[in-house]
């Protein structure tokens, strides 16, 4: 935490206990979830049901940190999905390459990805609006580009080939289906749980400032450009945790995980979920996955009816699931009490 | 990378005149879609994700109607008027009423029929690609200046590209019609109290942004290959041209597309492997030191 | 895995036949018991640029299962195909392949995936030691490589090394001749594009050494505009130019360079020139561009061949692509190996089909081989010649020679470190 944000924390004392109280419930919430995913595999045998589970986790870390960035400090990346492929390449390529246990390579993926997203939120952040998603646009194609062109380093178009070894570490084998299950549901609940308690930590209630007014807030004595900057490279480690579950399922990595198309699934899920609320993102992307699994066993000309739904949200719903849910709900009980 | 080339090239006035005429080639052609895009922001003040459909539908109507009549003329019309009517009824019917909406809300419906427009296509014309073919008027040698390569049908391409950016230019500028687009786009609330329909304006705009677009279709139709999604790589380029060139601004778009054109032309020689890279390597160096773009105004 | 079936219908299996249908559409994740046909999954390209893929590589499956099932079927048992979109992301593509095995209980698997794909595949055959058949993907690595070589999986697809070998000694004969000395080439950016055109060059100056590349080209795959590479070439003024575009993206480049009249001023050698795909579309093709065959009903010059170029012709009242006649392959060599096998099981395929060599209309003497060493297509036909607008498009090809692409391949696959 900055000086700056510990004064804020100090400013928001009062609030404490009850924070302290949400954290609680945030935890027990995520334990009851992460123990009802992980005890799916004894009542059900279907390998596909847990391949969507992997498939979920995968993209709803990714989403839901792409929500840090849309929905709580507004900035709008077109770009996020950069992050995703480069957890997934420098993943793939440690562990071909060097032959680490796998958590080394998953930790040292994360450095990677700070320090790449911290030299490419530092140029980004400066830029506002429109200008901020063209921006993350153009770095995200120019990393695509890199990763085409640069081909006796990564595969080319031909994406990490050979499979991604996967030794056994501390008894978990991620090689077996299972495993990987377990383990996919663990890292989404834990980012889960680090994502939300950085929503709603006193740093990400100056995100939300920014987002509603920076001006105001940098009266305040908030530091903008570095609060931004921060989150920046906050939600890069959250869409590189993404991108190695990713690479994991495949086994291997490929130039269309940092292609720009990732990063409007991930826009595309949030506005299908919801910015307004923390899970918006994960129903997103469970909606995403489970009208894309349906939608392409019945026809090659997904794209109509894909499109026909994306029509009925935004123009018919005119937000997100669950931010259409939950606003219906809080109108329900309005009226209640009026009555 | 291959300096020797470019620097060879660069000294040659052959070599210099044709990669000078190729990046107008490429450039004009670019210009006419992203001026449509520009104008659609700079008026509605929507990001029209969904213009390369717009390229794309006028390919396939000018390949058809060439295909039907043999006639080069009607084949360019209806590719400018089918796109045009295109435009006007996707403003009127879904874009109208997004207005004012999150800029991703827009974006969404806009993606919607990206991927709708796609399948369209894939069901009336087919998976496979088409070639519509080089009318026989155009099957001729082609011209050499000061020791360049020029191709007739490029000179046509060229001159029409140019015909619009003039046309855009002075008819914004000095007819009553450009005064109140310009002023709509200022101020679309007094524009609408003095009486003058604001949505016929926008709905005018679209059509105009969708011909230009359905235009540059049509006139690359003979020289492309059409696929569905083949509009897709043509709306990136456009992208990369309206932000170098500053959003809303048609100079801008005409500069931006010169420039991606000349990149290209001689990126390809000195950079054979890196082109597409240069061009994203431009746009980022353009944003972060103006990010208004070249001729783009501060943000209001 | 493959699940081996006792014969007869149980009381078992056919509840859970007549519950599939509905199960699928309630709950896509419950796994269906084992029915009395043998389910055969195939995920491929069937939207997006490259829709055609999909599409005619299924075209021509359908035709050949069809042969198969009114015979009598796999090893006594109906094929149903399951074709599946993976709109061609790899991500995707693992997917749709686990979710054709693990869900609709396919137990064998078809690869229609091109490039990167078909290594997502691949993992995935690796992973559930399911029979697979690549039919699509040109890579030499997929099958070369003795890294990535599972019992498993198997490769039905013509390669660029074989046409590169062909191309580079019928080229340099040309070049011999004519005195091409100066040679330009303008190949997608991609690893098909630059490996074959690195290989062809190779055995282009094998054969005819006083040969030089001055210029080279390498345009995105899928790029709109090539002027910049056709104005590049004009200026570098060489005699004769190679290149492995294909489908759209050389029927663009053949537009664009003609009204540059290039084709006038060098010999052009585009080894995917002579697919029905290319040939039909160009409205004015130039005269004697040197292409290899990919599939042209009258190479092979046999009865077999035309007959099936015709009835897929009459069937889906377009040309075969170079996918069919691949797809058509790999069912052929599905249908003998089961026959033999006598059986459906993955593992007694794969024991079957490794050095299998079958009867077939594509093959250069009338029959294909599975070579057993590392699970590729050998044998098929293979050749250059020059086209002609109109048909039979390609009149004369000239075959290549097995004996020297298998002496130059082994050679090959020493200096790439494979063997």
Known sequence: MTELEAGRAQALLPVRSGAALQRYRDVLIALIAFAVLASLPMFTGSEALLDFVIRCSAYGLFATSLNLLVGYTGLTSFGHGMFFGLGAYSFGLIMQKLGVPIPVAFVATLAITAVIAAVIGAICVRLKDIYFAFVTLAFQMLIHSTILSWASFTGGDQGLRGGIPRPVFLGIDLANHVHLYVASCALLILGLLAMRQIAQSPFGYTLRMIRDNAARASFLGIDVWRAKLTVFVLAALFASMGGMVMALFVSGAYPEFAYWTISGEGIFINMLGGVSTFLGPMVGTVLLLLLNDTVTRFTEYHGIVLGVVILFFALGLRKGLLDFVAEWYTHRRDAGEGR | ?300 | MTRTRTPGISRRSTLALMGAGAMSVAAPWVARAQAKTVKIGMPTILSGRVAQLGTSSRNAVMLEVDKVNAAGGLAGRQIEMVVRDSKGAPQEAARVARELVNTDGCELLLDGEASSGSFAVHEVARDLGVLCIHTNSEASSLTADPKQHIPNAFRCVRQGIHDSIVGGSYAAGIAKAKGLKKWATCSPDYAYGRDTTGEFTLYLKRFAPDVEVISESWPKLFQPDYTEVVTKILQAKPQALYSCLWGGDLTSYIDQANIYAMFAQMEVFAVNMADYTALTVVKNLPKGIHSGNRYIKTYPSTPENAAWGDAYKAKYNEYPTNWSWQNATAVMFLAEAAKKANSTDGKKIAEVLAGLTIKCPFGADGTVTMRGDDHTLVGYAIGWGTTIPQEPYVPEVKAGDWKTIFELEAEWKKSKGYT
């Open chain 2, 1 to 300: 990378m291959d300096l020797d080339a470019l620097t060879g090239c660069l000294t040659s006035s052959a070599c210099l005149v044709t990669q000078t005429t190729s990046g107008l080639i490429i450039g004009m052609l670019l210009f006419l879609v992203a001026v449509g895009l520009t104008l659609i922001f700079g008026v509605l003040k929507i990001v029209n994700f969904s213009h390369g459909a717009f390229y794309m539908f006028g390919a396939y109507f000018a390949m058809t109607t060439y295909h039907l009549t043999e006639s080069f003329a009607l084949a360019m019309l209806a590719g400018a008027a089918g796109t045009a009517i295109l435009g006007l009824i996707f403003e009127r019917v879904f874009m109208s009423r997004v207005y004012g909406a999150d800029v991703l809300m827009q974006l969404l419906v806009c993606y919607a029929f990206v991927l709708i427009f796609d399948d369209v296509v894939r069901l009336i014309w087919g998976p496979e690609f088409k070639s519509m073919g080089m009318p026989a008027a155009f099957q001729v040698m082609p011209l050499f200046i000061a020791g360049g390569v020029v191709p007739p049908y490029y000179l046509l391409l060229i001159g029409v590209a140019l015909v619009a950016a003039i046309v855009l230019g002075i008819g914004l500028s000095r007819s009553r019609i450009g005064k109140v687009i310009r002023a709509a786009a200022h101020n679309p609330g007094m524009v609408s109290a003095l009486g003058i329909n604001t949505g016929l304006i926008y709905g005018g705009v679209f059509a105009l942004g969708g011909m230009l677009a359905g235009l540059a279709g049509a006139l690359a139709a003979p020289v492309r290959s059409l696929t569905p999604g083949m509009g897709f790589s043509v709306l990136i380029e456009s992208f990369i041209v309206t932000v170098i060139g500053g959003m809303g601004s048609i100079v801008g778009a005409l500069v931006g597309a010169l420039l991606i054109g000349l990149i290209r032309s001689f990126g390809s020689l000195g950079f054979p492997l890196f082109t597409e890279g240069l061009m994203y390597l431009f746009m980022v160096i353009v944003l972060v030191s103006k990010p208004t773009g070249l001729f783009g105004k501060e943000a209001a």
